[in-house]
């Protein structure tokens, strides 16, 4: 048996040791000791093992609304992310499949939010001729929409002891961090800025999130009415 066969035999066996049955229990937590000590596997490893990631395909830079979306996804599931360059994946980290419930949502929001910036420029910015002008105001657009996410996901997440083994994982990992994408406007397109947040704001309303409770059991609603 290699280790990471036995990591999983070991948690097979402490989920017995919480048997009814006593003598099973003490049994199994018998021989998951023997074989933790066998393979030197401690519980920091054991707990750690449960943490998975699961990636969604991303551009390597991102303005900072998009950074902000992926960080409104993860905590929605008590998980995190990372940029894989390498991949050119998004990359959530969470515990018992979260991650992936984390990565479905982050594609579900931006498809809206994507739709909503395209409808927001062809409306509202059709007359601003400058194009770094008018992707700094769609940015802004956009910001205002994910912070509205971000007020009514912080409702809902919350396993705080599943984000901090995320954190501890990721620790390992010696992460480089990213930075955001930066758009040069004009000062007018900056002062035009707090409009724009706020008119995203009011759309950010109308975002949909379904955030998993107990894992599979079921699913509660974010956002607006479908």
């Not at 959530?92 to 909503?116: I, M, T």
Request: contains cysteine; aromatic residues 8%; proline residues 0%.
């Amino acid at each position: 048996m290699d280790k990471q066969k036995a990591l999983e035999k070991i948690k097979k066996c402490l989920a017995l040791s919480k048997s009814a049955n006593e003598h099973e229990a003490a049994q199994a937590l018998k021989q998951a000791q023997a074989l933790m000590k066998q393979y030197g596997i401690g519980t920091e490893e054991i707990k750690l093992s449960d943490v998975g990631e699961f990636g969604a395909q991303a551009a390597m830079t991102l303005p900072q609304w998009h950074w902000n979306l992926t960080a409104v996804c993860a905590k929605a599931f008590d998980c995190n992310r990372y940029l894989d360059v390498a991949l050119g994946e998004m990359v959530f980290v969470g515990v018992a499949g979260k991650q992936e419930l984390a990565a479905y949502a982050y594609e579900v929001l931006l498809r809206q939010l994507r739709k909503a910036r395209r409808e927001y420029m062809a409306t509202e910015l059709k007359r601003v001729r400058i194009a770094k002008n008018k992707t700094y105001r769609a940015d802004c657009f956009c910001e205002g929409w994910v912070n509205t996410v971000w007020r009514q996901v912080r409702l809902f997440a919350g396993s705080k002891e599943e984000a901090e083994l995320v954190e501890r994982y990721l620790e390992g990992k010696k992460l480089t961090d990213a930075k955001a994408r930066t758009v040069s406007a004009s000062s007018t397109a900056k002062a035009a800025g707090g409009y724009d947040r706020f008119r995203g704001a009011e759309q950010g309303k109308e975002a949909q999130l379904h955030h998993a409770m107990n894992g599979t059991d079921g699913v509660k609603q974010i956002g607006g009415a479908a």
